[in-house]
């Protein structure tokens, strides 16, 4: 199939950046969306063009790392997907492609479509984690946990950092990513005695970042390739609450 | 209270304040429908007239209403403000956004939502409110027959104390009171005037199909048992009923009442 591309290009973090327009005229229905932009790059190469940068890692959608905006959505067109896990099946020859990089304030364009997410691993270093003393693994059952709860911590555990929440969101609000973390422990009694700490924690750290506030469109979840689900804000907005009145 | 300034200054605070003034606002809508309701009472206005000297002059009620414009004005510029706030987290738009595929549109336009029905209270208000406190209001003279219960209306120019002024005479209740009803009546015959507050009311239904059950989110308030619940009563109530009959209040004055 024929496909034509518009890239977004920028120089790196402080340049302006713009669109540049690419034709491939032999691009399998097969491949997944990376591999097309592999024979883009091997194609510019060839032309001693600079080969377009974006973010990728394991190619089977679990590093979270092959952030692109496509088509007004991030991961293109499927859902519950990601920018890897998207294959050229999805469009329709003679196509024209729109990719474009995350945009908002808390993750910078380093080049193309490559943009910083470091403000996430702030926001995890400042309480995504529970604090124990590292030593033997405690036997398996010592802490019974009922399966419910074990199953909702283990969705809200699902969130690969992608970046897509706050990609969709027109907020570009993070609150899904940080939800989701706070939830994966403070669901489980191990995450418990810092509960109120690291949702306080968490949130100021997103707030300095420059994240947006939430207006519940659920844009965030929708376009989740882990589909995390907004009950994760709902439970959020409780513990922020609680632990503001409540914590020390 | 350090918390709580902290707390304030949060994007989940400053969110949690929209939904608080959004839900009081929710029920003073119902309020306020309940009231204005009597407009289509069949008594030439008598139950609505009295109804509105009672708004005026209750002094809980007054004391009430100074908190609601408070609350109105404070739920509209903090939500302008978000939105401004929430620009800033993009200063790069995107080129192409296909905001349709995962979200609703009114949950993308509550600030437009929320503009158009400010517009409309401030029209409304200097419109009734306004006209009713400070501007020239005629004043009516019902004759409530005590036989047959039938009512008349007659134009009063004389001039009582205060809004109202009843009395008995003759076999006849005499209600004398300030005639909001005809200013009404009178305003609702510019058909201009009816489609704004269409308009309107189908900006607050929009408004509220997402903002009801948006607030709940905010606070908190999600549960499997009751989400759908909530969401119904966002839908049901304050996204159809409540401005059906609203809206219906202008056109049932410009279609039957002259
Ligand atoms: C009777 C009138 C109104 C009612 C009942 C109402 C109700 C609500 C409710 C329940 C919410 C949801 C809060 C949440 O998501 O937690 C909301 C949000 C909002 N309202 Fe209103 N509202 C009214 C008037 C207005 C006006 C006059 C404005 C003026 C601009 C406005 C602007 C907004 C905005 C921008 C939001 C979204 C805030 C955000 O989520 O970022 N509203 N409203
Ligand atoms: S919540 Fe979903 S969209 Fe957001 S970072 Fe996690 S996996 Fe990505
Ligand atoms: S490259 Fe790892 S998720 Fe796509």
């Known amino acids: 199939?024929?496909?034509?591309?518009?890239?977004?290009?920028?120089?790196?973090?402080?340049?302006?950046?713009?669109?540049?327009?690419?034709?491939?005229?032999?691009?399998?229905?097969?491949?997944?969306?990376?591999?097309?932009?592999?024979?883009?790059?091997?194609?510019?190469?060839?032309?001693?063009?600079?080969?377009?940068?974006?973010?990728?890692?394991?190619?089977?959608?679990?590093?979270?790392?092959?952030?692109?905006?496509?088509?007004?959505?991030?991961?293109?067109?499927?859902?519950?997907?990601?920018?890897?896990?998207?294959?050229?099946?999805?469009?329709?020859?003679?196509?024209?492609?729109?990719?474009?990089?995350?945009?908002?304030?808390?993750?910078?364009?380093?080049?193309?479509?490559?943009?910083?997410?470091?403000?996430?691993?702030?926001?995890?270093?400042?309480?995504?984690?529970?604090?124990?003393n590292t030593g033997n693994a405690q036997d398996a059952n010592s802490l019974p946990i009922g399966k419910d709860i074990a199953d909702e911590a283990f969705m809200s555990a699902a969130c690969i950092g992608c970046g897509a929440c706050v990609a969709a969101c027109k907020n570009a609000s993070a609150m899904l990513f940080v939800s989701a973390k706070v939830s994966q422990l403070s669901l489980l009694p191990q995450g418990q005695p810092e509960a109120k700490k690291r949702a306080i924690a968490m949130v100021n750290q997103m707030d300095a970042e420059g994240f947006g506030s939430c207006t519940n469109t659920g844009a965030c979840s929708a376009e989740c390739p882990k589909e995390i689900s907004l009950s994760n804000i709902a439970r959020l907005n409780r513990e922020y609450l609680s632990a503001s009145v409540a914590g020390e | 209270m350090n918390w709580l300034s902290s707390f304030l200054k949060s994007s989940i605070g400053k969110k949690l304040l929209m939904a608080l003034t959004g839900l009081f606002l929710c029920t003073f809508l119902v309020v306020h429908l309940t009231g204005n309701l009597q407009l289509f009472k069949n008594d030439s206005g008598l139950a609505f007239n009295e109804y509105a000297v009672f708004m005026t002059t209750n002094p809980l009620i007054k004391f009430t209403s100074y908190g609601l414009y408070a609350t109105i004005l404070f739920h509209a510029f903090w939500g302008i403000y978000l939105v401004y706030d929430n620009k800033k987290a993009r200063p790069v738009a995107y080129a192409q956004v296909d905001g349709k595929a995962n979200s609703g549109w009114a949950s993308r336009n509550m600030g437009l939502l929320g503009t158009i029905i400010l517009v409309f209270i401030v029209l409304h208000m200097t419109g009734f409110w306004a006209k009713y406190k400070f501007g020239e209001v005629p004043y009516t003279d019902y004759h409530v027959n005590l036989t047959d219960g039938e009512i008349t209306a007659y134009p009063y120019d004389g001039n009582i104390n205060g809004k109202i002024e009843k009395f008995t005479e003759q076999g006849f209740e005499r209600v004398i009171v300030k005639d909001l009803y005809a200013v009404v009546n009178d305003a609702f015959k510019n058909p201009y005037v009816v489609i704004f507050y269409v308009i309107a009311m189908l900006a607050l239904a929009f408004h509220l199909i997402h903002g009801f059950k948006s607030a709940f989110q905010t606070l908190g308030l999600n549960h499997k048992k009751y989400n759908q619940l909530i969401k119904n009563i966002g839908i049901g109530v304050f996204g159809i009923i409540v401005p059906i009959l609203f809206a219906a209040m202008p056109i049932y004055f410009l279609l039957f009442n002259h």
Not at chain 1, 6 to 16: F, I, L, P
Not at chain 1, 28 to 46: A, G, K, R, Y
């Open chain 1, 1 to 132: 199939m024929k496909i034509t591309l518009k890239v977004w290009r920028q120089k790196n973090t402080k340049s302006k950046g713009q669109f540049e327009t690419y034709k491939l005229d032999h691009v399998s229905e097969d491949m997944s969306f990376l591999e097309m932009f592999d024979v883009l790059n091997e194609q510019l190469i060839n032309e001693g063009k600079e080969p377009v940068v974006f973010d990728h890692d394991c190619r089977e959608g679990i590093c979270g790392s092959c952030s692109m905006y496509i088509n007004g959505r991030p991961h293109g067109p499927k859902n519950a997907v990601t920018t890897c896990q998207l294959h050229m099946r999805s469009f329709k020859d003679g196509d024209i492609i729109v990719v474009e990089p995350w945009r908002a304030a808390a993750f910078p364009v380093l080049k193309d479509l490559s943009v910083d997410r470091s403000s996430f691993d702030r926001i995890m270093s400042a309480g995504g984690f529970v604090s124990v």
